[in-house]
């Protein structure tokens, strides 16, 4: 069975960091791209951060450009988004999805996808 399952999240404060875990079962990530998206309340899903299976090219949105990195570990099948200064704007559910290869455009079909983890950013 092909699965991803995010962790991570939780309540932090404005400024605050977070580290999210997507990570694989039943397939190899090496092969896969990687993508994180975020659903916020009253907002449609939007495309977060992706990371390719070559290169390990990376890809942010602008909101987060500077505040996350995503990276990944093969060793633990695993993709990671580093997440700093968050903001309550970032307050939403964090999912991530893979498809084969290369990073494909966030509204294109991805083939995998994780239930998601909140991340809420509240004083």
């Known amino acids: 069975q092909f699965q991803l399952v995010e962790s991570g999240g939780g309540l932090v404060q404005p400024g605050d960091s977070l580290r999210l875990s997507c990570t694989a079962s039943?397939?190899?990530?090496?092969?896969?791209?990687v993508g994180w998206f975020r659903r916020t309340p009253g907002k449609e899903r939007e495309g977060v951060s992706c990371?390719?299976?070559?290169?390990?090219?990376?890809s942010y949105v602008e909101s987060v450009k500077g505040r996350f990195t995503i990276s990944r570990d093969n060793a633990k099948n695993t993709v990671y988004l580093q997440m700093r200064s968050l903001t309550p704007e970032d307050t939403g559910v964090y999912s991530c999805?893979?498809?084969?290869?290369?990073?494909?455009?966030?509204?294109?079909?991805?083939?995998?996808w994780g239930q998601g983890t909140q991340v809420t950013v509240s004083s």
């Open positions: 999805a893979a498809v084969y290869y290369q990073c494909v455009d966030y509204d294109a079909p991805w083939s995998y």
């Open positions: 990371i390719s299976s070559m290169n390990n090219s990376e």
């Open positions: 039943g397939f190899f990530l090496d092969y896969y791209a």
